[in-house]
Structures are given as C-alpha cells and as structure tokens.
C-alpha cells in the first residue's frame, strides 16, 4: 500500500521534473514503474532540498551552541530504522523465502535469456545456503546495535553486509539498489562516532583511550528517557512480525512447490502435421508446468521461445476427461478446451481446438527434482589404465 502510494506521488513529478530539466533515458522496470532514472531524480531532489535545509537551519539558528539532544534521539531513531530493516532483511534469508529455488522453466532457459535480475535472483536461489548465510549476518548486525556495548561491532556487519549488497546491486541492476545504500549512509553516520576509537584500532599500535566528550544523555529522572521503551516494543513486534510473515511466506512455498507438477512436450501437432521443436518458435509448446496456490489450480505453458509463456486456470472434468484453461490476465477472455488421454504413468496427450486449428499435444511427465537434482556437483574418479600406463 505505502510502496503504490509513494508510485502514484513520485512517479508523476518525477516524470514532468525528467521532461523539462534531466531528459533521462526512462525505462520501466517488469516491476514497478519507477525506473532506475527516476530514482537519479529522486535522489537529486532530495539532495537539493538537504543542502537547501542545512543552509536555512545554519543561517536562522547559528546562535544555538550545540545539538547533541538532537543528535542523540535522531541517532536512537535511525538505531531503531536499522534495526528493522536489516533484520526484515536477514530474516527472509534465513527463512529462505527472498530467492526461491529455481524452477524447472528457469532451467530450461539459457543464460543469455536471463536479464541481470533473474540470474542473480535464480543463482541465490539455487545457492540457498549462501543466502542463509547472509541473511545470518544480517540479522546479527541487527540484534547487536540495539545494545550500546555491541553498537560497534554491529555497525561494522552491517556496513560490510551492505556494500556487498551495493555491489551486487549496482552489477545486476536491481531496482532497489538505492534503499541498500541509504543503509549504508545510516551505518557510516552511526559508525562517525567512533571514527577516533576505528583509527587507533585498525592503523595505529597505540592503546585507546577514551576521552570525555560533550554528548547528551538523557537524566534517570528525565520524561524523554522513558521514550526508549516504546521504541524497543516498536522493534520487539517489529521482529516477531518480520519473522511470522517470513515463515508465512515459507510455509505457502513450500505447499506450492509440493504441488508442482512438469510435463515436457514430445511432440506438438497441428491439423495431424507435426511441427518440428525449434528452438525460440513461439507456437510450439516446450513445457506444462502446474501448480495449486490458494486452492487454485494453475498452469504456465511454455513455448520453445523461453520469452513466451501463458497462465491459465485449470478447470477439470475428470468424468468426460476435458480441460478448461481459462486465462489468468483480464485482458484475454478465450478459454482453451481439451480433452486429455492418460496413456500411461509417465504419458498423456491433449487434444482441442486453438485459434479455430484442431491441435493435439503429446507430454511426458518429468519428476521437478530430476534437473535439480542433475546441477548437483558430481565428482569424476579418474582410473589409469596400468598395462598402458608400463608401455
């Protein structure tokens, strides 16, 4: 809801700001509609309105002496803000939900088919304990800036966690790249204020010591102190929701992946002519692979052009043995209807009419762990030949 609220502000603004003054290239991503160069735009303005700000506030307050009360509560809100962010973040990794394993449709796809996207996404996806991995370390920096003491440390995880992530970003040209550097900033304006204590540690052999500094703290007796307890609650719901929505999301994949079925085109007929399977034909069928989500039976026919695919609605008449594929986007209203033939345990066939051509598809049944199962690594004893090898 606040992500669709933020397109419809931003993107009309974005885009009359784009017309008149940047002339950007504008892209959409498959996505959302807000492209990486609106998120440039974006990101102009606000460093516009920033320094506009700053010189403002300096000119109409320059008699205040400091802003240490400021510092310290923006700093708490910003602790706060992270905290929620890269734990929502880690723990969709562990509970590994963000990458989902690749499906036998993405398998069948070449590399070159692949945008930057999919194949970051489809690799993280097969490398899952990578990606628990991360998502380990994630929610590690979360916990630990919550507590003074692990302020620190748990600044420096995050910082490295998030500049890994700015990278792969930047290389895959993922659409949220910007939100990965705005915690970056966060961490490294955190992380300011032990800049000193970071020195002496990592370029110096001399020991540290602390100085006093002129920061606020609120007093025990202060009304403002007890303003971190709601905000720890804040972080406390904060971390049981991200983690029950994360295992929500979990426990659907994993029905949806059980349900699963996979049958590969043997052979496609129109008007009793077999057409030849050539490679990136859109008419020619290539893969039927089905699902149930939500008590909803579906199905995505692939074509041997990896690019086109449908998604249908599975009615079924198992008594008269007919297929109804009702199509999944609005804008198609024409059903397909089969008849289908259950040949043998691994055989069936379909039969109906498309585009007022009689069509007849013959299917194999593939088990959806068979190519998975074959990315595996496998490792190849090598054997000499003795009688070869004395010669």
């Known amino acids: 809801m606040i992500w669709r609220l933020g397109e419809k ?11 008149h003054i940047f002339h950007f290239t504008y892209i959409p991503q498959t996505w959302t509609t807000f492209s990486g160069s609106l998120h440039t735009i974006r990101d102009i303005v606000y460093l516009a309105a920033t320094c ?7 000119i109409i307050d320059n008699k205040r002496a400091n802003y ?3 510092l310290y509560w923006f700093s ?10 890269a734990f929502a973040y880690g723990i969709i990794k562990i509970i590994p939900v963000q990458m989902s394993s690749p499906s036998v449709i993405d398998l069948y796809k070449r590399v070159g088919e692949l945008s ?10 097969y490398g899952q304990p990578y990606e628990i991995f991360t998502g380990i370390f994630e929610a590690l920096g979360a916990i630990l800036v919550l507590f003074k003491r692990t302020r620190m440390a748990g600044l420096l995880v995050l910082a490295s966690v998030m500049l890994n992530v700015i990278m792969l970003n930047y290389t895959y040209q993922i659409g949220v790249l910007i939100l990965s550097f705005y915690i970056l900033l966060i961490c490294l304006f955190l992380l300011s204020g032990y800049a000193r204590k970071l020195f002496y540690v990592f370029f110096t052999d001399k020991q540290f010591f602390a100085w006093a ?14 303003l971190k307890i709601p905000m720890f609650l804040f972080i406390g719901f904060s971390f049981i ?15 949806i992946n059980k349900s699963r079925k996979y049958s590969l085109v043997k052979n496609y007929m129109i008007n009793n002519d077999t057409l030849r399977l050539i490679e990136n034909d859109s008419t020619c069928w290539r893969l039927w692979s089905e699902r149930i989500t939500e008590g909803k039976r579906y199905v995505t026919i692939t074509t041997m052009n990896p690019a086109v695919s449908e998604t ?16 999944f986007h609005s804008n198609d209203t024409i059903p397909l209807k089969f008849n289908y033939t259950e040949i043998n345990n691994h055989d069936w066939s379909l039969e109906g009419i498309i585009n007022q051509k009689k069509v007849k598809v013959d299917l194999q049944k593939i088990n959806p762990d068979t190519l998975l199962n074959l990315l595996k690594t496998k490792r190849t004893i090598i054997t000499f030949n003795d009688e070869s090898n004395s010669q």
């Open 9 to 19: 502000i931003f993107v009309p603004s974005c885009l009359g700001l784009n017309k």
């Open 52 to 58: 506009l700000g700053c010189v403002l506030w300096t």
């Open 68 to 70: 240490n009360k400021l």
């Open 76 to 85: 708490q809100w910003l602790i706060m803000l992270l905290a929620c962010i």
């Open 116 to 125: 930057p996207f999919n194949l970051l996404w489809t690799t993280f996806g």
């Open 213 to 226: 500094k002129n920061e606020y703290v609120p007093d025990k007796n202060s009304t403002l102190r007890w």
């Open 241 to 255: 929701a991200t983690s029950q929505r994360a295992y929500s999301w979990y426990s659907k994949r994993v029905l």
């Open 312 to 327: 249908y609605i599975i009615e079924q008449d198992s008594l008269q043995n007919n297929l109804t594929l009702h199509p």
